[in-house]
Nanobody, 127 residues
């Protein structure tokens, strides 16, 4: 069982930056691949980024590539999402998720690949 708690959301102006954190409970954090998803009002949850258990492999949705960076610190049981050049359309609730499966680049963008989810943190980007 893994419990995930996101933090770092807030209100930022367009063009600004935020860093989201996701703290995980348990001693086996380093065995989980991690992902970030987001859900805007009235829209379906969508994939943002994923990182393998070791941190050696990352994968991004096209619309955030070059602006967002996912990373992890296994000794701190934490995964991060550094967001830069934020746009109003990035406004959403951001969720982190953990997958117990072996890394699969063709599945890491699917919400069904993940076993555990956090409660989300709100990111609002103003014009």
């Amino acid at each position: 069982q893994v419990q995930l708690v996101e933090s770092g959301g807030g209100l930022v102006q367009a063009g600004g930056s935020l860093r989201l954190s996701c703290a995980a409970s348990g001693r086996t954090f380093g065995s989980y691949a991690m992902g970030w998803f987001r859900q805007a009002p009235g829209k379906e949850r969508e994939f943002v980024a994923a990182i393998s258990s070791s941190g050696g492999i990352t994968y991004y949705a096209e619309f955030v590539r070059g602006r967002f960076t996912i990373s992890r610190h296994n000794a701190k049981n934490t995964v991060y999402l550094q967001m830069s050049s934020l746009k109003p359309e990035d406004t959403a609730v951001y969720y982190c998720a953990a997958s117990a499966s072996t890394w699969d680049g063709s599945s890491c963008d699917s919400s069904t690949w993940y076993n555990y989810w956090g409660q989300g943190t709100q990111v609002t980007v103003s014009t």
